[in-house]
Each structure stands twice: as structure tokens, then as C-alpha cells.
């Protein structure tokens, strides 16, 4: 029987994989801390996978992740990944931006969602940012936006907030705070929200493309990179587990996938 491996699985996952993300977000779902390392033995998976995870690390953080995806694989073992792709916002930016600058509307709109998708989830300072305030809007470009993010039910998010404690009102620290708030000036309220905010997990911390991913994965130790589309893989079953497509939908359209062995 394969080991699979599904690491940040957010709300998203199969039963037939061993299941962590930062919070439990189901019955078959680990809280573990990834900044922590991968909680399991040497050469112990036969596959690992995570979508759209490896942009919320930094780039030393997320290079000892993937060093802890390669240490749990067994040789011969498969990683694949999914993280949005650079290479199709950049391509994308130059594509509307040429056009718009000959008057066409359409393109006017579509660039201006793209400088959203290039930077609002690096650089808000809220949940949202004003990516969730234009999805809240009367998109004029709506089937374009689509076509980026996914559907509307399949666009779930990897990092939903953890589930409420009852016992936080027994909390002594939690009035400590208050009163700690109580000597804090306006300024230092708001700049302590943002630094919570941007240490929550939601912002993305780098990016990645071709040839960058690869680099990444080739200097700690994988070989034979591929890229893949949601739909194949080089992994048994692939589509059966319905992580990164359900049925001809893709989940997460702007992804880059790209898969690698372990030697």
C-alpha cells in the first residue's frame, strides 16, 4: 500500500492520505506546526504533497520545508507541489498592460485584477486584502477572474482561522491584554493588529516559477523535475483523489504543478 502524504491540506483532502495542516480542520486532519519540521521518520512516504503552502513560507523557511519533504520521502519517492505560478501573472501583466495602453477596456480590467493577484496577498495588512474586497464587487470581468481562482466552491482557502475556545474567557492573559491595550496609543493598537495579521499565515512570503522551483528542488537533492497539468501525474491514481481538479474543474487555475524524485 502507497504512503501519501498531503501536507497544509486546509479543508481540501482525501482519506486515503495521512493529513497535517497548522489547525485540524477535520477528524482526518493533523494540527502540526510545518515551521517545526514534518513530524514523521526518515524515508517513511512513498508521496508528498502540498498545494499552495510553499508560498507562505519564507525563502529560508521554505527551503528547509522542502528539506523536510525530501528527508520523509523514500528513495524513488515523488514530491509534487502546486503554488501560484510567477511566470503566468507575469505574462499576463505584460499582456494587459501593452493592451490597455491602446485603450482596450477589457484588458484595462483584467490588468487591474492581475496587479492585485501579483501583490495584494504579499503586501495587506488584512485579512482579504483587496482581493476579497474586488471579489465582493461587481466584477466587470468576472469569467476572467474565474478562470484564475477556480470556482467559487472549489477556491477554499489552506489556512482557515482556528476553530473558537470556549475556555478563552478563564484566560488571565487575555485580561493582562486588555490592560496592556489600555496603555498602548492608537498608533501602537494598529501597528500591533497588522504584525498579528502578517504572522497569521495568510500573506504569501515569496514566489515561485519554473525555474526557480526547480532550483529549489534540484539543490536538495531531487531529480527528474516535471511539469505537470492538475490533471496528471506520475503519481498512481492521481485523479481518483481529486486534490487538485474535481472532475474537469481545476481547483486552484493559477497554479504551477510540478512534480520531482527523490534519488
Not at 493529513?19 to 477535520?26: A, E, K, Q, R
Not at 501593452?98 to 480590467?109: D, F, T, V, W
Request: glycine share 6%; proline share 4%.
Amino acid at each position: 500500500i502507497m504512503k501519501l502524504l498531503n501536507l497544509g491540506c486546509g479543508t481540501h483532502y482525501h482519506n486515503s492520505w495521512t493529513n497535517l495542516d497548522f489547525v485540524s480542520t477535520g477528524k482526518n486532519v493533523i494540527a502540526h506546526n510545518l515551521l517545526q519540521g514534518v513530524p514523521f521518520e526518515d524515508n517513511s512516504f512513498d508521496v508528498v504533497y502540498h498545494s499552495h503552502v510553499l508560498e507562505h513560507f519564507n525563502k529560508k523557511d521554505g527551503k528547509a520545508f522542502i528539506k523536510e519533504c525530501h528527508r520523509v520521502l523514500k528513495p524513488g519517492g515523488i514530491i509534487r507541489i502546486a503554488v501560484p505560478d510567477l511566470e503566468q501573472i507575469a505574462r499576463n501583466y505584460i499582456s494587459f498592460l501593452e493592451k490597455s495602453l491602446e485603450g482596450n477596456k477589457n484588458a484595462e480590467n483584467n490588468y487591474n485584477w492581475t496587479v492585485i493577484e501579483m501583490y495584494d496577498q504579499t503586501v495587506r495588512n488584512y485579512s482579504g486584502g483587496e482581493m476579497g474586497a474586488y471579489l465582493k464587487s461587481n466584477m466587470p470581468n468576472a469569467d476572467f477572474v474565474y478562470s484564475r481562482i477556480g470556482k467559487p466552491s472549489s477556491s477554499k482557502g489552506n489556512y482557515p482561522s482556528p476553530k473558537p475556545n470556549p475556555m478563552r474567557f478563564l484566560n488571565p492573559t487575555k485580561y493582562l491584554q486588555k490592560l496592556k491595550d489600555l496603555l498602548m496609543s492608537d498608533e501602537e493598537k494598529k501597528a500591533l493588529k497588522i504584525g498579528q495579521f502578517r504572522l497569521h499565515g495568510e500573506v504569501h512570503l515569496c514566489m515561485y516559477d519554473r525555474f526557480s522551483l526547480g532550483r529549489l528542488l534540484q539543490n536538495i537533492g531531487f531529480e527528474s523535475l516535471e511539469v505537470q497539468t492538475a490533471f496528471d501525474s506520475n503519481i498512481t491514481d492521481w485523479k481518483t483523489f481529486e486534490l487538485d481538479a474535481i472532475g474537469e474543474d481545476i481547483r486552484k487555475p493559477d497554479s504551477l504543478f510540478m512534480e520531482a524524485i527523490k534519488q
